[in-house]
């Protein structure tokens, strides 16, 4: 049961970042950059978690975080959607590269 | 005498109250101040006699100081200042008097007046300094007022820019006065005139600082009196109304310059060099100005050029150490000019013409005037016993007594020139055939030119050699060190200088006779006739070079500067734009940035840190 | 009276406040703002009656702790930040004549048309960070109130201003903008080396030979320079000085009265209290350097303003070449030179609100400020044309008049010290009258023009500015003592030698 050490967590979690973070600063499509922060979301629940059990004095507060975390990526899948559908009804597009109005 | 406070505050209050009722007062102001400086005059003969009674007096009050040394402002009776004041205070008074009459149809009479009110506050001001400092205040005031005054008929091209380089001539030669000023403080640590000449005589002041200072005082004067080189502003000064001219350009302000190498005197004589050059420049000057009036056509510039003449005679004589006879002659000039300037002026008032070549046979008509400038002209000329010979002899023989011939021989030619061209615009205004209609002035004017009349007659006898000396004797008892002369002239002297001038004046009958018609033109004429060109040199060289000295900087700083200023501003601009560029408005190039910035920053950390 | 500083500062910015709450084409904006101005003014009014002629050292001293700056390096040892506020009798002279030429200035604003209540907001902003920096005992907040100058002149100039004002303000906020970080980087310094940023602290502790342990001649001579580099930029002396010219050119008439007559005066200002009373020794060696400077700017802005042909440009290289005689004037590092500078410093403040007062007036009136195009006014507006000669006449030097004393005085100092480069300054007293009455001349004598016969002489407003201003000028020239018992107490803080 406990043979699969704190590290193999950690790695998992490492990739999973890493494809998040990938996803997120290089896809042009928005709904795959959401997705990818999702991802690196859950490689942050991941590690999360594996402290909860495995960390330096571990407890339970680490699932708590985790799940709050959830609870926060949900709100936010939602919202983002909700602003990726209302972009997509003014500009027909889902493009990020299209949206620099932050430059003016 | 404790008058002496009012003669300077008489005319400056008529100044601010026609200043402030000007609308009200119009024709009036002139009764106004008239009044106040026939007041200021009666002042100045108390003084004038409480002096002889008394002696000197100083009064001084602190001003302000700078540290520890305390500057003063005060008044000072002396022979010398007293006998300014009367003068000064005399004049101011008949030329008040005689504008009533000469300005009567001028809209800015009651301006006129108010300005004439702060000349002659001024005037009195500078003559009654005790220290330099106050002296130079007053110097630069009586400066403005006379180009407030020239440029009275504002509207004429002329008048403008005559009273622009009557004010910036001028101005040349105070700034001379102000560095001796500067360096006298630094020299004996006072502005006050005794301690001044206290030190000079006590040797504090090397004699070559001496000399430079006393060389930079007259420069000063030189600006004032009009004396060469700087004397191109006197004559184009004429374009002001001609009690003005009489007043400021011909008896008061313009002696000034005489006045105060005289007041400087203990420090001129100290220094043989600069004596020098004070009795060169003034023959020069009196005999240069002396050519210059032969040929010219306008009245009141030949009087002007005779000033000039005459100054440059009183500075002569104060040079070669006739330090009575400079004043001598600078109280009579002030008469007999001032005389001539008003009759000149009732010329104009009558015929509106200032060419003498289209006047002729005013005598007729004219009768008092002419009178009264025959008697201005013999005085002037030197006719025995009016003022004029007196003074005038008095200066040759100090010359004589000097030794230097050669400005003898110049004076002696300018006494001739002097009797040539003063009677050549008598004849010539005078004389001859009447060609147009005029009309002799009214009384208030012609009161006035009676009054100078009778100076100019009576004013020789305060020095003659008959009836004893009593100028210079008084002059001696001045507080300050100066040594008064009595030259003796051999008896020919008087006898060739009467011989030259009844020469003049029958050679101008002559020429006046015969030339009615205009004046042939031969280039020594027509060099005359242009003052010698120096007004044109002036105007190509200085003018001009400042002028170009100014265009050169201007377009350095147009070009280099404000270029180098634009590039620098342009780099801002351009670095601001590259910045802006970076912000392309991607989030995900900002994720990366922020991104690498993070592993550089960890990195960094990692490897000072030495976790690696 | 504790506190009476802070209540200087803080009374402009009631009007700013009051404006704030108004609606924005609200028929009492300009009263309001002229209101705003009065505050002041009454205040300065009392602090000049309540100072203590008789007394050395500073007056109304308030002085809080503010904050304290902990730093890594030595985390025990946290840099006191104070609220430090207190007048000398030179800082009085500055508040006083800012306060009057703001007024002024506020009544010079009223023919402003367009966004009156943001004008008047920036209007007394400016005047509140002016206030603040004659009044502060302190860098930090010198150097903040300096700030607050900079921004309200930046939007003055930019939003106000005249057809190229974009430029001016532009060039205006980099020019100052650079002096301003100079003038940092010399408070850092000494901060970090003292801690403290108390003036007269500072003054005193840099004046005992024991500080030259702190702080090596070296080190000095390179603060002093910074500080000379950025209080030059704001006086100006050349080549620093484009910006100024454009910024008289361009700004509303208003703020150049508050800019040629106050604002360039920080420069000086900071120059005698900060330049002379910080690095005495520094100021001496480069003495001479300095005076040549001085020279410079008073021969290159007299013969520049010569063959200028727009009254502005004139006007903004006289202000160059006055400037000269101020740093003449500490260039002798005498009494008489200093007090010279200061004198010059008032005197000019004063003349430069009279000459821009009077070209609103030209620019209302006639519509234009070229030189060939104006011309013999003296006939339609003759009061007008009074008090310009007068105003022109003052600047250029004549005796009576407060520009004369000032020139004087640099000189006299001057010429103690070096009279060989006196000889050759001097010769920009020439070249004042000379393009001095070129310009005044240009404008009120000559032909009558037919085309300004319709026109207005001064207003009852005008005319009463103008009156004060120029009586205020013959006042100082007359009785200068009224400026120099102000100002003896100055010098006994450590000013002057």
Not at chain 2, 7 to 15: A, D, E, N, T
Not at chain 3, 412 to 440: D, H, K, Q, W
């Amino acid at each position: 049961m406990s043979s699969i050490p704190l590290s193999a967590f950690l790695l998992t979690a490492l990739l999973l970042f890493c494809i998040g973070l990938y996803g997120a600063l290089t896809k042009r499509n928005a709904v795959i950059v959401l997705i990818s922060i999702e991802l690196m979301l859950n490689a942050v629940n991941l590690n999360l978690v594996a402290f909860a059990k495995y960390g330096v004095g571990a407890s339970i507060r680490g699932q708590v975080f985790s799940l709050f975390t959830i609870t926060v990526a949900a709100a936010e899948a939602a919202v983002g959607l909700a602003i990726l559908i209302a972009l997509y009804r003014n500009r027909a597009t889902v493009n990020v590269d299209e949206m620099n109005t932050l430059k003016k | 005498m404790d008058v002496v406070w009012l003669i300077p505050i008489l005319p400056l209050l008529s100044f601010l109250i026609i200043l402030f009722t000007r609308p009200n007062l119009y024709r009036k102001a002139g009764i106004v101040g008239t009044i106040f400086t026939g007041a200021a005059f009666g002042c100045a003969l108390l003084v004038l006699f409480s002096n002889f009674a008394e002696g000197n007096q100083l009064v001084e009050a602190n001003w302000f100081s700078i540290d520890s040394v305390v500057l003063t402002v005060g008044v000072e009776v002396n022979p010398l200042n007293a006998l300014m004041l009367v003068i000064v205070t005399l004049v101011s008074f008949l030329v008040h008097m005689y504008s009533i009459g000469y300005m009567a149809n001028d809209e800015r009479i009651a301006t006129f007046f108010g300005y004439l009110g702060l000349f002659t506050f001024a005037m009195t001001g500078l003559v009654l300094s005790p220290n330099l400092l106050q002296l130079y205040v007053f110097w630069e005031l009586v400066g403005v007022c006379s180009f407030l005054l020239v440029g009275f008929y504002f509207y004429k091209p002329e008048a403008k820019a005559a009273a622009k380089k009557a004010f910036i001539v001028t101005r040349i030669g105070d700034i001379g006065l102000l560095v001796a000023i500067f360096l006298l403080f630094w020299q004996t640590g006072s502005f006050e005139l005794d301690v001044i000449f206290e030190s000079v005589l006590a040797g504090d002041i090397t004699p070559s600082m001496v000399t430079l200072i006393a060389i930079l005082i007259f420069i000063g004067a030189v600006g004032k009196s009009g004396q060469f080189p700087l004397h191109t502003w006197l004559p184009d000064a004429m374009e002001g109304p001609t009690p003005v001219s009489a007043l400021i350009h011909a008896a008061t302000m313009v002696a000034a310059g005489v006045y105060l190498v005289a007041v400087m005197y203990p420090l001129f004589s100290s220094s043989e060099t600069a004596m020098t050059t004070v009795a060169i420049t003034g023959g020069f000057t009196a005999i240069f100005a002396a050519t210059i009036a032969l040929v010219q056509r306008d009245i009141k510039r030949i009087l002007a050029y005779s000033t000039i003449s005459q100054l440059g005679y009183m500075m002569l004589a104060l040079g070669a150490a006739g330090y009575t006879a400079g004043i001598f002659h600078l109280t009579t000039h002030a008469f007999f000019k001032a005389l001539l300037f008003l009759a000149a002026g009732s010329v104009i008032h009558a015929v509106h013409e200032q060419d003498i070549f289209k006047m002729g046979g005013l005598r007729k008509q004219l009768p008092i005037t002419a009178a009264l400038c025959l008697i201005g002209c013999l005085s002037i000329s030197g006719f025995p016993l009016l003022a004029g010979f007196f003074s005038k002899d008095e200066i040759l023989a100090s010359t004589y007594a000097d030794g230097r011939y050669v400005l003898f021989t110049m004076a002696l030619l300018t006494a001739f020139l002097t009797a040539f061209y003063m009677f050549r615009l008598y004849f010539l205004v005078f004389a001859g055939n009447e060609s147009s209609k005029a009309k002799e002035s009214s009384r208030i004017m012609l009161i006035p030119m009676f009054i100078l009349g009778v100076l100019s007659v009576v004013g020789g006898y305060i020095q003659t050699a008959w009836f004893g000396t009593f100028l210079g004797d008084w002059l001696e008892t001045s507080p300050y060190p100066i040594t008064v002369d009595h030259p003796t002239a051999p008896i020919w002297l008087p006898i060739s200088a009467i011989l030259l001038s009844l020469a003049g004046i029958g050679l101008a009958w002559m020429y006046a006779k015969k030339l009615r018609y205009g004046e042939r033109l031969n280039p020594v004429h027509r060099l005359l006739f242009h003052k010698y060109y120096i007004d044109e040199f002036y105007r190509v060289t200085i003018v001009k070079g400042t002028r170009v000295i100014g265009y050169f900087w201007m377009y350095f700083d147009r070009f280099i500067i404000e270029g180098g200023a634009q590039a620098l501003i342009g780099l801002v601009k351009r670095m601001a734009r590259a910045g802006s560029d970076i912000q392309s408005g991607q989030v995900q190039t900002y994720g990366t940035v922020a991104f690498s910035g993070l592993v550089v920053v960890l990195l960094l950390i990692a490897v000072i840190g030495g976790y690696f | 009276m504790g506190g009476i500083l802070t209540i200087l500062i803080l009374s402009p910015l009631l009007g700013v406040i009051v404006l704030s709450l108004m609606p924005a084409n609200h028929s009492s904006v300009k009263m309001i703002g002229v209101f705003g101005t009065v505050l002041p003014l009454i205040v300065t009014i009392g602090v000049f009656s309540l100072y203590d002629r008789t007394l050395s050292g500073i007056q109304f001293m308030e002085s809080y702790q503010w904050f304290e700056l902990m730093t890594a390096i030595s985390p025990n040892e946290p840099y006191p930040v104070t609220y430090d506020l207190g007048i000398t009798g030179l800082s009085l002279l500055f508040l006083m004549l800012s306060a009057l030429i703001t007024f002024l200035a506020s009544l010079a604003a009223l023919r402003i048309q367009e966004g009156v209540k943001g004008f008047y907001m920036l209007f007394l902003l400016l005047e509140f960070g002016i206030l603040g920096v004659f009044s502060s005992e302190n860098l930090f907040l010198f150097f903040l109130f300096f700030e607050v100058t900079l921004v309200a002149m930046f939007l003055l100039i930019g939003k106000w201003g005249g057809f190229e004002r974009e430029k001016a303000a532009f060039s205006f906020l980099v020019y100052n903008g650079i002096g301003s970080i100079l003038l940092l980087i010399v408070i850092i310094v000494l901060f970090v080396e003292f801690r403290t940023m108390n003036i007269s602290e500072l003054t005193s502790l840099l004046q005992e030979s024991a500080s030259y342990e702190f702080l090596s001649g070296n080190t000095r001579m390179w603060l002093f320079l910074l500080l000379l580099l950025g209080f030059g930029t704001k006086l100006p002396i050349v080549p620093l000085h484009t910006w100024m010219v454009r910024v008289h050119i361009e700004a509303p008439i208003a703020v150049v009265m508050i800019h040629a007559g106050v604002l360039l005066k920080i420069g000086a200002y900071g120059l005698i209290r900060f330049g002379a009373g910080f690095f005495p020794e520094q100021l001496k060696e480069t003495a001479v350097i300095l005076a040549i400077l001085g020279v410079i700017n008073l021969l290159y802005g007299a013969f520049i303003a010569l063959v200028q042909t727009e009254l502005r440009a004139v006007l903004a290289y006289s202000s160059i070449s006055h400037m000269g005689i101020v740093i003449i004037g500490v260039a002798s590092f005498n009494t008489a030179g200093l007090q010279g500078a200061v004198f010059q410093t008032i005197s000019h403040g004063l003349i430069a609100a009279l000459l821009f007062l009077l070209v609103g007036v030209i620019v209302d009136r006639f519509q234009t400020t070229k030189l060939a195009d104006l011309g013999g006014v003296a006939s339609q507006t003759p009061l007008f044309a009074g008090f310009f000669l007068a105003a022109g006449l003052a600047s250029l030097g004549l005796p009576g008049m407060s520009g004369f004393i000032s020139e004087f005085l640099a000189f006299l100092g001057l010429f103690e010290a070096m009279p060989v480069i006196g000889s050759v300054g001097v010769i920009g007293l020439i070249l004042t009258a000379v393009y001095m009455l070129r310009a005044v001349l240009a404008v009120t004598f000559g032909e009558r023009k037919p085309q300004f016969d319709k026109q207005k002489d001064l207003s009852a407003v005008e005319l009463v500015s103008s009156a004060i201003l120029l009586s205020l000028i013959i006042w100082i020239g007359v009785y200068p003592a009224v400026l120099s018992n102000t100002l003896q107490m100055a010098r006994t803080l450590g000013i002057g030698g």
